[in-house]
């Protein structure tokens, strides 16, 4: 599968910003969905992740409340909105599909979008 993550930008703190990933293939919805982000001089790290019919989601604990994930398995399509933005949620965005059950991992996902620059103004 291929993916394309869009939707970044430039916002001011406390705005809001929604990402999509687009991904080509006809078995998109047998994928477990994953957001990840890189900021500057930090290791990747995992944001959101949602399973293969949105029935199940997780989220990273500093942005539980304020992001959601979400897919349609239609358009083949999955969704990170972002409300309540922070500085700290600077970073390159990646989307990224696992055919396995680990969500958490970067390792465990087997193919990569080519990520989305979030900037968050002060």
């Known amino acids: 599968v291929q993916l394309q993550a869009s939707g970044g930008g430039l916002v001011q703190a406390g705005g809001s910003l929604r990402l999509s990933c687009a991904a080509s293939g006809r078995t998109f919805s047998s994928y477990l969905m994953g957001w990840f982000r890189q900021a500057p001089g930090k290791e990747r790290a995992f944001v959101a992740a949602?399973?293969?019919?949105?029935?199940?989601?997780s989220y990273e604990d500093s942005v539980k409340g304020r992001f959601t994930i979400s897919r349609d398995n239609i358009k083949n399509t999955v969704y990170l909105q972002m409300n309540s933005l922070k500085p700290e949620d600077t970073a390159v965005y990646y989307c990224?599909?696992?055919?396995?059950?680990?969500?958490?991992?970067?390792?465990?996902?087997?193919?990569w979008g080519q990520g989305t620059q979030v900037t968050v103004s002060s």
């Open positions: 990224a599909a696992t055919t396995g059950s680990s969500s958490r991992y970067w390792t465990s996902y087997n193919y």
């Open positions: 949602i399973s293969w019919n949105g029935g199940s989601t």
